[in-house]
Every structure is written in C-alpha cells, then in structure tokens.
C-alpha cells in the first residue's frame, strides 16, 4: 500500500560521509544521536515511513518540510513522546531504547514544542526545575530560586523569575521553555516551529541564541517550514516529505530553488508558483468602504482582553490584514464585529449602516461572513453530514419557510465537492472525516457561497491557513482573492507575518487590544511591523 | 441576644466537630483533584467508608481497624475509578457518578448482610472529647478549639501536611503540575499515571475514614444515607477553598459555623420551623459558593484524561 521507504530515501549512508558540513571541513565527528530507518502510523495516516536522521554536536541541523511532512512526529519519536512501530534509534553504534521522555531525557534530548509544553498556572523558577528539583523530598525554594536566577543571568534572559508564566508574552515563554531545557543540561535541543509566533526582531534574537548554544557543542534540531529561517542559520539541512526523508545535505549545498523543489515534491515551475502569495490589484480609490469600525472599545473579562480604540477602515475589493504578536486581542476583535462582544463605546459601520448594537443575525444578514479560528470546534457540525455543515448559516436564505429542502442541501454539498475540491466521496459523509485542509476548505466554500448571495460581502478569517498544507494554503489564498475579486472586502487575521505581507493591501497592527500602527502595502518594512506588534513603535 | 451567642464557645466547638469529617473528605478530594482527577463520587466512597468501618469497629471492638478498614474499601473504589478514567481514558463524570451509586448501594446492603434487621440498632462507643492539658485552658481559643474529640486535631494535622506537601515538596510540585499539563510533566519524566494513581489511592483512602468518623464522632451508629450529602459538600469545599488546604478548612469551619449556629437559633427562637433552620447550612454554602466560584481557577487538566501519544 506504501510505496518502497528505499525507493525515495535519496542520501544513503555512502553519499552522506562525501559531504561536507561545517565550511568545508571533512565529517570528523560522531553522530550523538542517529534515528534509522523510523516507522509510526497514526490511525490511518501513515506520519513516518522509514525516515532517518543524525544528530551530531555543535551544529543546527534544520529539519525542513511542509506541514504533515512529518517532521513532528519525527521529532516526538526522538524525544520519547511517540513510540515508532518500526526502526531503532542507535547511540554510539549501539541501540537504545527510547520508551519514555525519562529515557530521551537520560540521552539529553529535549524539545521545546510549538505551542510550549509549560505549566501556566506556575512561576517561571517551578517551571524551569519541575522534575529535576535537586534534594530528596523538600522543595528548597532558595536553592532553587538562585540556580534559576543564576542560569537566566547566564544566558542573557531578562524575566521576573516569580511570574506566573500565563502573565509572560509569548517570546518570553520561549526563552524559559529554553531556559527549562539547559537547566536538565541538555544535550540535544529540539525546537519545533519556534519562529511562528514570533516578531522579527524576536526571530532574530532567538537565531542568535541558538547559534551561540551551537558553538558551546549543543546539538540543535530546528524544524521549521521558513525557508528564510532555515538558510539563515542551518549548518546542515534536512528535507522531509510525506514521511521521508528526500535530502540531507550540508546548508552550503542546498538553494532555495532546489529546496522547495524537494519540500513540494513538484517540478520547479510548479513548486514555486504554490509559493507565491500573489496580492489581488488594488481597489479603486472610489471604491466604497464595507466596513468602517470607529474608536471602538470592550470592557474586559478575565479570559477577554478589552479591546480599546480600535479604528480602521475595508474597502470593497480590499484585503486588510490585522498583524499582532499573539493574544494582542485578535479573538476579542473578530467577536466585536461578528456581534458576540458587546460594543461599549464607538461604533462599527457596515455598507453605511450602523451596527454596533445589532445582534449576530442582523450582522451575518448584511454580508457579514467569518471564517472561525478553531475549524473543527467552531466551523463544522462534526457528527452531522458534509450538506449540512455548508448549508449552515445560509439555511434562512436557502429555507425561508419552515421545511429543510434536502435536495438543496445535496446539490449545495455536492458544488463543494466539484467546484470547491473539497475533497470527499459524497455529500453525506460526517464532517468529521474530514482532513483538517479539507474542513477548511469546505468553512470556505460556505463563506464563498454566502458572499455569492449578498451584495457587500465582508470576510473575517481568523488564522485561516494555520496547520494546513501548502497545496490547501494555496487554496485558502485563492478563495479569500475571490470574494475581493468580486467586490468583497477580507479582514485577513494572521499570526503569519509573512501571509500577511503577501496578501494585504494594508496591514493594521494590535498590540493589547489597541490598534497601534497601519501600514500601506507593497513594499512593507517587515522591522516596523514587528516593532508594533512589540508596542515599542510611537 | 448579643454577640456573644454567635461566638459563644459551645457554639465554636460545634463547628469543629461538626466540620471533622467534612475537612477529612474535602482534603481526600483535593489531592485527587491537583492530580488532575475530578471524583465525584465521595457521596459514595464515604457512605462505604461509614458501613465498613462501623461493622468492623463493632466486630472487632476496635476503632482503629475500623478506620483502616474504611481506607481500604474507599481506596477500592478509587482503583477502580483510576482504572477507568486514568488507564481507559473514560469520561470521569460517568464513572464516578456510577460509583457514587454503587458506594451508597453497597453500603445499604452490606449493613444489612452482616446486622440484617433489628430492633434496637447496635452501637459503638464514639470518639470522647480530649481536653488538652495547658492549651485548654488558653484564653479565647483554648475552650473551644482545644476540646474536641481526637480525630479533630489529627484532621487538621492532615491540612498542614497537605499544605506543606503540595506546597514544599518535590514531590508535590509534580503532582500539581501532573494536574495542570500532564504532556508538560509527562515530558520531563514524570510519571503521570503513577502519579495519578498514587493520589486516587491516597486521597480517596482520606475520604474513606471521613466516612467512617460519621458513627464513630457523630452517631455511634450506622443509618442508611447518614453521609446525607457531605460528600457533595466537600466537593463544593474543594472549589470554595480554591484548591488550597487551609481554604478547604476554613470553608468547611464556614459550613460547620453555620450548621452549631442553626441548633442554637432553634432552640433560642421558637416561631421560626425547624426545617427552615436546617435547611440554613445548605442555602449559606450555595450562596458563598456562587460568590466564591467567580474567578476559581480549577487545575487545567482535570476531568482530561492524559494519552502520550494522542495528537492534538
């Protein structure tokens, strides 16, 4: 069912010891750590199938690959988290068993996960010693307290070691969830995806950090899909596809081209043209405003940021992307205009009319679309069929009177199917077979099929493109091109600064709940978003 | 009637004894739950907890065993609501609502198997007051807070160890944590199943003597439903104290305050029915419950049950 692990695996062991890594310097030292030949399926889908890979000391060895690439699963394998079906991870030439994290951690393997693995509820020092505490039974909080302080000071980190994590910005959870790993003396250090959330000015000082660690003989594993972070400071590359490993090289031998051209598993042509985040033409300056949200702000709760002098226009046929480092108030916002925050001061206009106090349905009814952050938990009906999930929020267009039209809602499905490449074998299958890519698609198709109705459509996507695969990225892009092609307006909300700077005409910034800065694309200073996005710009 | 009626020490000695078996459970039912475990079924791990230690106390003649005894059969039933909900992943509110049930159950009918019918129920000695020499005799806290029968002072002994457990071991750090992010704790080697098991076992062996207290400090015999919801009161405890030991303390003395207070009001004022002032315990702790949950922070990973390898 699965084609050959050998066929694809296209760096045997003979080709691997001719390159050279390092700046030219000859393979002379001994893998710590190597990873043969590694199976794992989950449920039905096959995340590892035969995938290798050596961890030597002092370098950053980038894992490469697109999401679903199983780069993660690889990495989970490493660290004891996922036990794989097949293959063996080998230490010295020998094999060791690697069960349990205990048994990663005895081989000095950590990793630092994308979304962190820390406890919010606990200060910063709990955090960083939880589990390796030092003493028989007593928790010395001095002791503690000073190794703590004393190995922050060390690396340069800046942070109130009592704070309760769940109070520290996101860069900051990094910097301990790192602190965290060096504490156990780590021998080799994962970071999965650490650049996503982060600002530019952050990505740059982590890049640093990591190079600094390398030198001191650590052995970074930096999995990331950023082809930009990967070239900047990988000393050794590694490409993932489909489970495989298709290219391990030394960083000087690879090109962007021939990266992508590995990462995509397409030809050239192709794969670049999956890579490009074409902006849609400019609106016309005459061009009428959907959406206009004037000083607007929210009164806080306890797990809702306030929102506070938010103001910033959409026009039609225009895509505004709203930057922020995350949980600067982007939920809070989307639910402002979609109606379930209440507005306590200013107003939001949309097509000329006012609508701040009008409840959810008036709003959805005058062209108001939003694409929900959490798919599964907030976008599909999962017990019930594919029909039923696109008809919802158009079931008063389609069903003015009281009976469900059943043949409406088929050929409603079945339109997803064909015109939307939702991919699935029939209308009435549960939702919840669905692929991640393809319930987005098939949220989209219902979006799109709603701004179809409506005169003025504005779209609020929320992360829209968060967890997907190149190919249903590319497919995201091009729905959300659509409705502005067609005289619609798309608040794009990303965490992705890079998807921003691609699609938006204009990119506005939060920063805790206030918008901060805007800027006017093409040509954006990538530096002075980020300096927003840190509240640190005038 | 001055201000002396609401501190008068007869009263606050009431509350003392009365809040014993209610500080015992809520402390059981704490560790559970910074474990990250919700059991919802001390109604019923109590009930057994009552019947075996009061059979074996009779039988035997010996409290002690009798206390023991409920431990084990409370501990049972935590097994089985570990092997459930920690090994099989099973939802932990049906579990434990099933459990509740079959504890109340088993209770009645193992009662009745060992005494069957009687006329005159059998008894046992309960627990006499113990006057602590010298601190007795202190002033303001001395005539109340230090006459009260033995199982009080270990009870609030058993609050400070878990106070300085959870809060100044290693031990406890990881249990909380465990409680919070099981992948984070599981990810630095820490053994969250065990652990998980470990404070089942533990905490519903401390539910199971709270049950057994009810005829040793209360009654000197067993009735059917004689827990009669101190159990869901020590759950709501829980909440009420915030996840802190002294908090659960100082709520269920709340509780226990409330409770002397409404004997007092009914024997002091006449006009006013007796199941209006019973009822009074109950109203005070949904109202300060309401006004306490707002805000509560719960341990993060209660009632999830904790897979390494499911993927989020």
């Not at chain 1, 769940?166 to 990094?174: E, I, K, S």
């Not at chain 2, 935590?78 to 099989?88: E, N, S």
């Not at chain 2, 015999?221 to 004689?226: F, V």
């Amino acid at each position: 069912m699965f084609p050959d692990p050998a066929r694809d695996y296209q760096c045997p062991d003979q080709l691997r010891c001719e390159l050279k890594f390092g700046g030219g310097s000859p393979i002379t030292k001994q893998p710590l750590v190597r990873l043969v030949n590694v199976w794992k399926r989950f449920g039905s889908i096959q995340a590892l199938a035969g995938a290798s890979l050596d961890v030597y000391p002092g370098e950053i060895h980038v894992v490469l690959g697109e999401n679903g690439a199983g780069k993660t699963s690889l990495m989970c394998v490493l660290a004891g988290l996922y036990r794989p079906d097949q293959g063996e991870v080998l230490v010295n030439g020998q094999q060791f068993a690697v069960r349990t994290p205990a048994d990663a951690l005895k081989l000095g393997v950590t990793m630092v996960h994308q979304h962190f693995e820390l406890v919010d509820n606990l200060s910063v020092w709990e955090n960083v010693v939880l589990g390796a505490e030092g003493g028989r039974f007593a928790l010395t909080r001095r002791r503690c307290h000073q190794a703590v302080r004393q190995l922050a000071s060390e690396h340069g980190v800046e942070v109130d070691i009592d704070a309760r994590v769940r109070d520290l910005p996101v860069g900051l959870q990094q910097k301990v969830e790192i602190l965290k790993m060096l504490y156990r003396r780590a021998r080799i250090l994962i970071l999965d995806e650490p650049t996503t959330f982060l600002t530019p000015q952050e990505v740059d000082t982590l890049l640093v950090t990591l190079q600094r660690l390398a030198a001191s003989g650590l052995a970074i594993l930096l999995v990331t899909h950023k082809l930009r972070d990967a070239l900047r400071v990988g000393d050794r590359l590694t490409v993932m596809r489909g489970g495989r490993v298709v290219a391990s090289l030394p960083a000087a031998g690879g090109t962007e081209e021939l990266l992508v051209q590995w990462m995509m598993g397409e030809p050239p042509a192709a794969a670049t043209k999956l890579l490009e985040t074409a902006r849609p033409a400019p609106p016309a300056p005459d061009a009428p405003v959907l959406l206009e949200v004037e000083e607007t702000s929210t009164v806080g709760t306890h797990n809702r940021l306030r929102l506070q002098g938010i103001s910033f226009r959409l026009r039609a046929g225009e895509i505004v992307g709203v930057a922020g480092v995350a949980g600067s108030g982007q939920r809070e916002l989307a639910e402002l205009l979609v109606g379930l925050l209440p507005v306590a001061a200013g107003r939001i206009r949309l097509s000329g009319v006012d609508i701040t106090k009008l409840p959810i349905r008036d709003r959805l009814d005058r062209g108001l679309v939003l694409v929900p952050e959490d798919r599964v938990r907030d976008g599909i009906l999962p017990g019930m069929t594919l029909a039923e999930t696109v008809v919802l929020g158009l079931h008063r267009h389609l069903f003015p009177n009281v009976w469900y039209d059943f043949a409406r809602a088929m050929q409603l499905g079945r339109n997803a199917i064909e015109q939307h490449a939702v991919r699935a074998p029939h209308p009435l299958i549960p939702s919840t077979y669905l692929s991640g890519g393809n319930i987005q698609k098939l949220i989209l198709a219902r979006a799109v099929e709603t701004c179809r109705i409506r005169a003025e459509p504005v779209v609020v996507a929320l992360n829209p493109s968060r967890g997907l695969d190149v190919r249903a990225v590319q497919h995201v892009h091009q729905q959300l091109r659509s409705v502005v092609g067609r005289g619609g307006a798309v608040l794009l909300v990303s965490e992705d600064l890079d998807e921003l700077i691609g699609l938006c005409h204009h990119i506005v910034v939060l920063h805790r709940g206030q918008t901060v800065a805007e800027f006017d694309g093409p040509g954006y200073d990538r530096y002075s978003i980020g300096e927003a996005m840190l509240g640190s710009a005038a | 009637m001055g201000w002396q009626f609401f501190f008068d020490p007869e009263v606050l000695r009431q509350m003392v004894f009365v809040a014993t078996p209610l500080v015992l459970a809520a402390q059981g039912e704490l560790l559970i739950q910074r474990s990250g475990i919700l059991n919802v079924s001390i109604e019923g791990m109590m009930a057994l907890g009552a019947v075996v230690g009061f059979l074996v106390a009779y039988v035997t003649g010996a409290k002690l065993f009798g206390l023991v005894a409920a431990a084990l059969a409370a501990a049972i039933l935590g097994l089985v609501l570990g092997y459930a909900a920690i090994t099989l992943h099973a939802p932990q509110l049906t579990i434990g609502l099933a459990l509740f049930i079959l504890g109340t159950g088993l209770s009645s009918l193992l009662y009745r198997m060992v005494i069957g019918l009687r006329f005159l129920p059998p008894m046992i000695a309960t627990f006499p007051a113990v006057e602590v020499p010298v601190l007795s005799e202190l002033p303001i806290v001395g005539r109340w807070l230090f006459r009260v029968p033995a199982p009080s002072y270990v009870v609030i002994g058993v609050v400070a160890i878990m106070h300085l457990f959870l809060f100044h071991t290693t031990i406890g750090l990881r249990v909380r944590a465990t409680g919070e992010n099981p992948r984070c704790a599981d990810s630095l080697g820490i053994p969250v199943t065990r652990l998980r098991y470990a404070c089942l076992m533990i905490g519903g062996m401390l539910i199971g003597v709270a049950g057994a207290l009810l005829p040793m400090m209360l009654t000197g015999t067993y009735s059917e439903g004689m827990v009669g919801g101190r159990g869901w009161i020590s759950l709501m405890l829980v909440i009420l104290g915030r996840w802190v030991p002294f908090g659960t303390l100082m709520g269920a003395w709340l509780f226990g305050y409330v409770d002397a207070l409404q004997y007092r009001l009914g024997l002091t004022i006449q006009t006013v029915p007796p199941q209006f002032m019973l009822m009074l315990p109950y109203v005070f702790v949904v109202l300060v419950a309401i006004r306490a949950y707002r805000g509560a922070q719960a341990p993060q990973a209660l009632l999830k049950p904790y897979d390494r390898e499911a993927r989020a």
